[in-house]
């Protein structure tokens, strides 16, 4: 028998299967989806079965399977089928997205064991097993092997798998970004590590850590032992409350029960499910899983990571008892893999978790559910950058079985694939318990510098806030800003201090009064004198919150005002402990940045200001309007969710923008018809897929070269697609590489396959690498 088996090595070369034969002792033990060692080259690699064959076609220099790693198939044709998908589809390699299909714990080592299961054995096996039915594998010598193997195929051995730490942790480490440590790590996987820190911005639990990011536990260890970060340990709270948590089904209102009928189980349908905030989509959601799992099938149901709150996961369980797995970051490595293992033997019908959840090996699926689906944590930002709800596509079409998207907010893409009939759209356009959503106000802020009014705050804002603190409410104060906070900037020519390697803003560190690149840790003394006119007029832009908290406490001294951002959160603890003291109204006001967007459920807030709705509107991608607009809304939810009606008060210099309006009024179908309009316009999505390639190298001119024939090169086979550049990235150069970026508007297959052709002959090119993001 042979193998062909995708190799684990992340190059051009091997980027396709290659034959192996299988020993004959582990004929009939070997199947699709196991892996194995194989001899590759000198060296000993480890390698996926995508196929059992009884013949080859290669005639030269066929090697035997070294070794068995799994004796019992990880992954199944479907998920193989589904990783050629994302290796293409992504631009990533297959080894690479098989990998990310299998628990964590999988990757790492874990017990083989054998169990005796009846009275018959081969009696060079049976003196290891002493009094005991049940051994470790590795203590059977390997010349006994070929035995032990015929053993199993006659059904005397069986075969399982064990992690080594199954005892619940009491602890739970979490990882933060030491942004006072000086220098860089000597990895290239710390730098990519330390990266992907700083853009998620907040302390994390190691576990989400390397599931997210895919780093192994090596990395994030050598990065502690050497500063760059802080491992911090938590008690993990008992989830009690989720067992004694009582299921209320409630009956469905009029428009629930219109949409509930809407949707048939038993085909792969798309469901566009536009339902505003609370306008019971969850229950909806519960019943379609129960109407399926009645009908013998399964249920799949992917949310945001934020969202998996231990209400919701109380929710769920009290409904479905122990039908489930919840797959959230609390649970342990071990804990998902025994949740995994239920799944893959069939013990549970319903799986709830976050984006890694498609992965769930469900066999017979009756629907799917993505809720929240305009959010962009569906998509993975390393490799594979797969999208979970493409892979939910498919996975609905292979079972046959309906998809549901659900938003308040669905991306422009979605809503216009509903409207021509590509999805089925459903609206439940009103909350569920019958209160209005908030009142929004827009300010002119043109007209309040006109007045003379210098501060965040405009006059109408203030009045609300005062207004608000004596009827013994609270108020939110939301500025949105992304990435770091204070850069040095010269008042009389604007010239700000950037870092020599990386051509981005040094960033300002109060403590030790120095300036710092977050990118490669370049480090300098705080600047006295602009180095380019020589003036002293130097100032540091302040991160803008900490503005906002003083002009609060201008206008209301005698208040309690929070702030919550970075500057002030360093630890996951420090969050929890100002979310509390909100909550329990121990203070009236909190500002922040868009951390006070993240599902916050306040009673008491009644009021919602947004500081400066512009800064969203002009980030550099085609979906800024659409991500302002979510986030506008996001934070009016906020208010008067409870008893009291909210106000939201919006503060622009562009008061007639669309997004402004739209988002003022809850306005999504406005919204959308002018930003379809706009879509169709700069040809982005649902018009064009958009992917972007980085071309980075370490010579100015080779790199500039190699982009331009890129750029070229694809030209060359487009018909109607766009290619747009090269032209410098928005961080030109980073650790002394140059970035270049190409950005392509595809609307035909022949400039993906080109993509697709060119992406490995760089993987492994040492002056010149490029990256692929679909956008
Ligand atoms: P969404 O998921 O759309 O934001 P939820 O499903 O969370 O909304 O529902 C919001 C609130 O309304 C919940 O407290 C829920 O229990 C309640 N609710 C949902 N459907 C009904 C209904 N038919 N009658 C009364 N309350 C309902
Ligand atoms: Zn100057
Ligand atoms: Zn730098």
Excluded at 145 to 151: G, Q
Excluded at 275 to 296: F, N
Excluded at 342 to 366: C, E, H, Q, T, Y
Excluded at 658 to 683: P, Q, T
């Amino acid at each position: 028998m042979f193998a062909e088996v995708i190799i684990d090595i992340k190059n051009k070369q091997v980027n396709k299967s290659f034959d192996y034969i299988i020993p004959t002792y582990l004929e009939g033990i070997l199947h699709v989806g196991c892996r194995v060692k194989v001899p590759f080259g000198k060296l000993k690699r480890t390698g996926y079965i995508l196929k059992t064959k009884e013949s080859t076609e290669v005639t030269r220099g066929l090697k035997e399977i070294d070794e068995a790693i799994d004796l019992k198939p990880v992954l199944n044709e479907e998920f193989i089928k589904l990783a050629e998908y994302i290796s293409i589809h992504d631009f990533s390699f297959y080894a690479t997205s098989l990998e990310t299909m299998i628990p964590q714990a999988l990757r790492m080592k874990y017990e083989k064991t054998i169990k005796w299961v009846t009275n018959s054995l081969d009696e060079s096996l049976q003196k290891h097993f002493k009094t005991k039915k049940e051994i470790s594998f590795n203590t059977i010598p390997k010349e006994l092997e070929p035995i032990l193997f015929k053993e199993i195929k006659l059904g005397n051995l069986v075969i399982d798998s064990r992690i080594k730490r199954v005892r619940k942790e009491k602890y739970i480490t979490y990882v933060h970004f030491n942004s006072e440590k000086v220098g860089i790590p000597s990895s290239k996987k710390g730098m990519d590590l330390l990266s992907y820190l700083e853009e998620i911005n907040e302390d994390i639990d190691i576990n989400s850590l390397m599931n997210d990011s895919g780093y192994s536990k090596n990395v994030i260890d050598t990065l502690a032992k050497n500063g760059f970060i802080d491992l911090y340990k938590k008690e993990i709270e008992p989830e009690e409350d989720i067992k004694n948590y009582i299921d209320k089904e409630v009956s469905l209102n009029r428009m629930q029960e219109d949409v509930y009928h809407s949707l048939k189980l038993g085909n792969e349908k798309t469901y566009l499910l536009h339902g505003v905030t609370g306008s019971g989509k969850t229950e909806l959601y519960m019943r379609w899983i129960k109407d399926s799992i009645h009908s013998g099938k399964e249920a799949l149901m992917l949310v945001p990571e934020i969202s998996l709150t231990p209400q919701i996961t109380a929710i769920f369980y009290a409904r479905f008892k122990e039908n489930i797995a919840v797959l959230h970051s609390r649970l342990t490595i071990s804990e998902k893999y025994e949740q995994w293992k239920r799944i893959l033997n069939g013990d549970v019908k319903i799986v709830v978790g976050a984006r890694s959840a498609i992965f769930a090996p469900l066999k017979n699926l009756g629907i799917i559910i993505v809720d929240e689906c305009h959010e962009a944590s569906y998509r993975q930002s390393n490799n594979p950058k797969y999208s979970a709800i493409d892979l939910a596509k498919i996975r609905s079409h292979t079972y046959n079985c309906p998809l549901v998207l659900g938003s308040a907010t669905p991306n422009a893409e979605d809503y216009f694939r509903a409207i021509h009939g590509e999805y089925e759209l459903l609206s439940l356009p009103k909350r569920a318990n019958g209160r209005e959503l908030p009142k929004s106000i827009v300010v002119d802020l043109r007209e309040e510098l006109k007045n003379g009014n210098r501060t965040p705050l405009s006059n109408i804002l203030k009045e609300e806030i005062i207004k608000c603190y004596r009827n013994h409410e609270q108020s939110i104060l939301f500025l949105n800003r992304r990435g770091y906070s204070s850069f040095v900037q010269c008042r009389n020519c604007g010239e700000v201090v950037k870092c020599p390697h990386c051509d981005i803003s040094l960033t300002y560190h109060g403590k030790t009064n120095t300036l710092k690149c977050h990118y490669c840790g370049y480090q300098i003394s705080n600047v006295m004198k602009c180095e380019k006119c020589g003036s002293d007029k130097i100032r540091y832009v302040g991160s803008g919150t900490e503005k906002l908290y003083e002009a609060v406490k201008n206008i209301l001294p005698e208040a309690k005002v929070l702030r919550l951002d970075t500057d002030t959160v360093a630890k996951m603890e420090d969050y929890e402990n100002i979310y509390h003291e909100f909550k329990e109204h121990k203070a009236d006001i909190l500002v922040g940045t868009q951390m006070v967007t993240k599902g916050l459920d306040f009673e008491n807030v009644t009021l919602v200001g947004v500081a400066n709705a512009d800064i969203a509107l002009h980030y550099p991608t085609f979906d800024a309007n659409q991500v302002a607009f979510n986030l506008i809304e996001q934070v009016a939810g906020r208010a008067g969710r409870a008893k009291k009606d909210g106000k939201v008060i919006i503060q622009t210099y562009d008061p007639n923008n669309y997004v402004i309006e739209c988002a003022k009024n809850h306005d999504y179908e406005g919204f959308y018809k002018k930003e379809i309009l706009f879509r169709k316009a700069s040809s982005m999505p649902p018009f064009s897929e958009p992917i972007e390639i980085e071309v980075i190298g370490k010579n100015l001119g080779e790199t500039k070269k190699e982009a331009i024939h890129i750029a070229n090169a694809l030209r060359g086979v487009s018909i109607n697609s766009i290619i747009l550049g090269p032209t410098e990235a928005y961080i030109f150069k980073k650790k002394d590489l140059y970035h270049y970026v190409i950005l392509v508007q595809a609307k035909e297959d022949i400039v993906l396959d080109k993509i697709q052709y060119i992406y490995p002959l760089y993987q492994n090119n040492k002056d010149i690498t490029i990256s692929i993001t679909r956008k």
